[in-house]
């Protein structure tokens, strides 16, 4: 782990990336991925570590970003464990 810099933060160093979006500066706070095969869309926290296949957004951007007609948008920021709510949720049933 190489986070030169950022020891006095409580986030990982990935501030100062800009949004990916022609003639946009804004600062990203998202990445956008997607996958073809199952024309889903995701939109993530900011990765760690810029993804090839991703897109960091700023704010307006993620939220003004909107999937081809067929696809399915999954907005998956704030979901810190997508299976363990399931599980819960099975859990809690009678
Ligand atoms: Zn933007």
Known sequence: ????GSSTRGRVAVEGRLC??????GVAGATMT???GSRTAWVD???EVPSPAGYDLCDPHTVAFSVPQGWTRRDRRGETDD???EDDALVSAP
């Not at 782990?1 to 030169?4: F, G, I, L």
């Not at 990916?20 to 500066?25: D, F, K, L, Q, V």
Request: aromatic fraction near 22%; proline fraction near 5%.
């Open 45 to 47: 926290d900011l990765f």
């Open 1 to 4: 782990m190489r986070w030169a």
């Open 83 to 85: 299976t363990a709510t």
């Open 34 to 36: 997607y996958d073809y």
């Open 20 to 25: 990916a979006h022609p003639g946009c500066s």
